[in-house]
């Protein structure tokens, strides 16, 4: 059985959009391309309502871009379970009322008992800062948290 990784919205973010002349951004989208193309077949990828909303919004040719790429992957449910430790990563201060989405993100990869959580915010969830009170919380609340990566640190060999 592969490990399952829920792939968070930055993810199909860069993995879409246009090349950029930002060093950092094309940076981040060479390697999400180089993960997309080597390492994807190696897990099962899952995604949620969460992802599919974010993709939708801004530019209707580019969300129509990430829309295709996230049709085929199964989209896991936003269940009670999920709103209420979404609502306690906030309570508890792991991640800002601001960024509510992102407490969601990794409440359902953690309620789903999933492996590895994919992202690129690096602001609210891979985060070095924040990362052991994500831990904390959701260990509290009786889930294995998902290990928070970015595409550079999920390489099989």
């Keep these: 059985m592969r490990p399952k990784v829920y792939i968070e919205t930055s993810i199909i973010g860069y993995l879409t959009a246009r090349p950029s002349n930002d060093i950092r951004a094309a940076a981040n989208q060479n390697a999400t391309l180089e993960w997309w193309d080597i390492q994807r077949p190696k897990f099962d990828l899952l995604i949620s ?12 040719e580019a969300a129509q871009r990430r829309l295709m790429v996230i049709a ?9 379970e999920v709103r209420v430790l979404g609502q306690t990563l906030i309570s508890q ?3 800002p009322q601001k960024a509510e989405i992102d407490a969601y993100h990794v ?26 009170k994500i831990e904390a919380i959701c260990r509290s609340c009786g889930y294995e948290p998902p290990i928070i990566c970015t595409p550079q640190e999920l390489m099989e060999s």
Excluded: K, Q
């Excluded at 085929?72 to 009670?80: D, S």
């Excluded at 409440?107 to 052991?132: D, K, Q, S």
């Design 107 to 132: 409440a359902i990869a953690a309620v789903n008992g999933l492996e590895y959580l994919l992202t690129w915010n690096c602001t609210h969830i891979a985060n070095a800062i924040m990362r052991p």
């Design 49 to 60: 309502e969460f992802v599919t909303a974010e993709a939708s919004l801004g530019d209707s």
């Design 72 to 80: 085929e992957i199964p989209e896991l449910e936003a269940t009670e």
């Design 93 to 95: 201060g792991a991640i």
